[in-house]
């Protein structure tokens, strides 16, 4: 026989408080730059792993600090700003929504040209069977 809900255990989570949640860590461009550095100079197996273990970091890290590099030299390794993005005045959404209404516009103009070539196509396809039958 099952057992009455006041006789069964509590099953809340309660959040150990002798456990402080970490903080994120922020890495400045001249840690990026002399971790990386550090990786380019790794040739043995196994020396990259110790690097990125002693740095506590993730070979993912190394991938976007790479391409922040590569795309945008040193700056792009100063990072996003954080919170939240700026609203947009009124004149940026209208350009927006002005660009967005462009494209659409320009899909569908491409996809009618596009039909209208295969009108032609079907149309002089006709010509040339009903020419041929009335021979």
Known sequence: MPKPPTDLPDREVIADPTQEKRPYRK???DDKLRILKAAATC???GQLGELLRKEKIYSSHLT???RQLEESGKAGLEGEPVGRKPK????E???QRLSR???QLTERLERAEGLLELQKKAFSLLERINNGISS
């Open 43 to 45: 040739s043995e197996p």
């Open 64 to 66: 976007k600090w790479r």
């Open 93 to 95: 959404k209208e350009v």
């Open 101 to 103: 209404e462009n494209r």
């Open 88 to 91: 947009l005045s009124a004149t």
């Open 27 to 29: 890495f400045s461009v």
